[in-house]
T-cell receptor
Framework: DGGITQSPKYLFRKEGQNVTLSCEQN?????MYWYRQDPGQGLRLIYY???????QKGDIAEGYSVSREKKESFPLTVTSAQKNPTAFYLC?????????????FGPGTRLTVL | QKEVEQNSGPLSVPEGAIASLNCTYS??????FFWYRQYSGKSPELIMS????GDKEDGRFTAQLNKASQYVSLLIRDSQPSDSATYLC??????????????FGSGTRLLVRP
């Protein structure tokens, strides 16, 4: 089955800790994205990567870091510098072809800071 | 002014009726437009994409795009209780440094009454 997986589904973090959220896709998509969603709000872009070993900041990158060492993987680290990290984190990917900017989402990780 | 605006709702319609969801955007050069459905606690699911003026139909869904007026709408015919969800409008900005970015509205909550 082709798709996007995210783990864990739920994550609890103590203040001052860094945590890493996993995102893997087997769709052979070039581009991958991380979004954050807060209750009652739309999605806000954290980071995106159009190609391996390259990534760009989105609109709310402060307190987050990413890597793109493999085409299939785009992990997101939420650092202790992120002041309000409790949110629903969504990973997406998009591929090449005529519909290359159609983005498909993984199931998400719900992060709660205790 | 927000880049992508939607009425937050809820929009309440009876089962079997047509639900009409609207979205306006500010960037006149935008080229790609998407509708996502998001059930409570779940990730967004792409249901329609539209790239040119006019209507695009897929089953019970019709997307309508009017670039001159800068709006895109989604019609759901024969609405079912299972259509009850939040519908997110997303727009691809037509900028050199943002060709992969989608800007999301905050969503319209649809409630279909049995």
């Amino acid at each position: 089955d082709g798709g996007i997986t995210q783990s864990p589904k739920y994550l609890f973090r103590k203040e001052g800790q860094n945590v890493t959220l996993s995102c893997e896709q087997n769709l052979n998509h070039d581009a991958m994205y991380w979004y954050r969603q807060d209750p009652g709000q739309g999605l806000r872009l954290i980071y995106y990567s159009q190609i391996v070993n390259d990534f760009q900041k989105g609109d709310i990158a402060e307190g987050y870091s990413v890597s793109r060492e493999k085409k299939e993987s785009f992990p997101l680290t939420v650092t202790s510098a992120q002041k309000n990290p409790t949110a629903f984190y969504l990973c997406a990917s998009s591929g090449s072809g005529s519909s290359d900017n159609e983005q498909f989402f993984g199931p998400g990780t719900r992060l709660t800071v205790l | 002014q927000k880049e992508v605006e939607q009425n937050s709702g809820p929009l309440s319609v009876p089962e079997g009726a047509i639900a009409s969801l609207n979205c306006t955007y500010s960037d006149r050069g935008s080229q790609s437009f998407f509708w996502y459905r998001q059930y409570s606690g779940k990730s967004p699911e792409l249901i329609m994409s539209i790239y040119s003026n006019g209507d695009k139909e897929d089953g019970r869904f019709t997307a309508q795009l009017n670039k001159a007026s800068q709006y895109v709408s989604l019609l759901i015919r024969d609405s079912q209780p299972s259509d009850s969800a939040t519908y997110l409008c997303a727009v691809n900005l037509d900028r050199m440094d943002s060709s992969y970015k989608l800007i999301f509205g905050s969503g319209t909550r649809l409630l279909v009454r049995p």
